[in-house]
């Protein structure tokens, strides 16, 4: 049955009305918006029923295929939109004969549907690109951590754009190739884009460059951020931070402003400690031979001891050192050994990397005495586990201290001053 013959037939009720003494202008309202709530429901069953089969379809497909690229298909709503393409189609050729009365209406409706597959278009395109970006984030490692977003984000931009354009010309009946009017659409595409155009170039860069993936621990004090990035698009990066809060960042900030990124950390062999005692000046002291004989007892430090005195009274014996008084030739220090206590200990510890540098060093005094600094490097580098080996063996250095007979400097308290009076 041809179009004619179907504009002849979709009249019968108009004909009917008017048989009946109704005016043809009514009779003809009536019968075409009989005709189109007949057609909407029509095309809806088509569009429910089409949805299914194909649906059923991906998943009889999906159980014999190897690959996964359908379910995300399924996932990303493909089917829905693919489904959407007969009812439209079905209208579209039903437009003429529903408005066969109303030509002037006819010509609003066809660019209604005009526009109507245009979006239709996109959303099936940005379908497509969501299945590509989940399937080869979940198949392929490589990609689970890239900003895969951001790249969907300007496809998606310009399909919009392209769009828009299409829409505008169906709408209008005008050509949109002249120069000036593509000059003045990219001027205005400019400025509102400003930002997403900056964001893409800085998606680029941090894709490029490698300086943020999806997973790392970034420090961003400028915005309050620290955590782990959870999404890089075009206009921001996400970031929750470990009160589970979220940050989001400006895109183009991670080029133009300094943060820090702690994968390095993470992919190292240990991850570092370093933190300071401050010893009070006035505890150190040169050390008396009965005080070296004391000291022998703590067995981490008697080796290391009983090797140095020797050394250091062969050295007083050749120099003809008056030992009468201790300043004289060379002596051990009770801040020395204390240093080397800590050393011992942390070759001793199973929780320090013993592969990479370890350090115990004094730094400049100051007005809360000598810092001495412990720089090591421990195995786990799980927060909380790290924070309780640093914990550790700060708590054990602390308590050794007076074992030296040295002094931890800290300000006085009330406590303190109340004791004085």
Known sequence: MNREQLIEYAGWLRDLLIEQGMGPFWASIINTVALIIVTTFIAVLIDIIIRKIIVQLFKAFSNRSKTTFDDYLVKSNFPRYLAHAFPLALVWYLIPVIFADFRAVERHVETLAEAYLVILCILVFRSILRTITNYLRATNPKFADKPLESYVQVMMIFAWGAGIFFIVNAIFQYSIASIATLSAVSAVILLIFKDTI?????????????????????????FGADGLVTEINLAAVRVQNWDNTYTTIPTYSLIADSFQNWRGMQESDGRRIKRSIHIKQSSVKFLSPEEIENFKAITLVKPFIEHRQRDIDKYNARVEADKSILINGRNQTNLGIFRKYIDAYLHESPAINKDMYMMVRHLNPTDKGIPVEIMCWSY?????????IQADLFDHFISAAKYFDLEIFELPTGKDIAALN
């Open 198 to 222: 900056l964001g893409f170039v800085a998606s680029i860069q941090v894709s490029v460059n490698d300086t943020v993936r999806i997973g790392d621990w970034i420090t961003f004090s400028k």
């Open 380 to 388: 786990d580098k799980v927060w909380q586990n790290y924070e309780a």
